[in-house]
């Protein structure tokens, strides 16, 4: 449900949170629906997409227009 909520806030249909451990590695995996869900774990198992991005050290990614760059060229 707090998923939904996020989602709605940002205007988006899906979305999903992952919190990565030291050895990036994901540690805690919320989505928003089986959608979002499955996406996510599309790109684990592809490795690409933003969760790769993602697991990368030194990477962040903002909204919207799910821009990834390196760390320090993020936008406010």
Do not use: K
């Not at 994901?26 to 599309?42: G, P």
């Not at 684990?44 to 990368?56: F, N």
């Amino acid at each position: 449900m707090v998923m939904q909520a996020v989602a709605a806030a940002l205007g988006i249909p899906e979305a999903t949170a992952v919190l990565y451990g030291r050895r990036r590695e994901a540690v805690l995996v919320a989505a928003s629906d089986a959608t979002a869900r499955m996406a996510h774990d599309l790109e684990t198992a592809l490795g690409e997409g933003a969760t790769a991005a993602m697991a990368e050290p030194g990477w962040c990614t903002r909204q919207p227009g799910w821009c990834t760059r390196p760390a320090g060229n993020c936008p406010p």
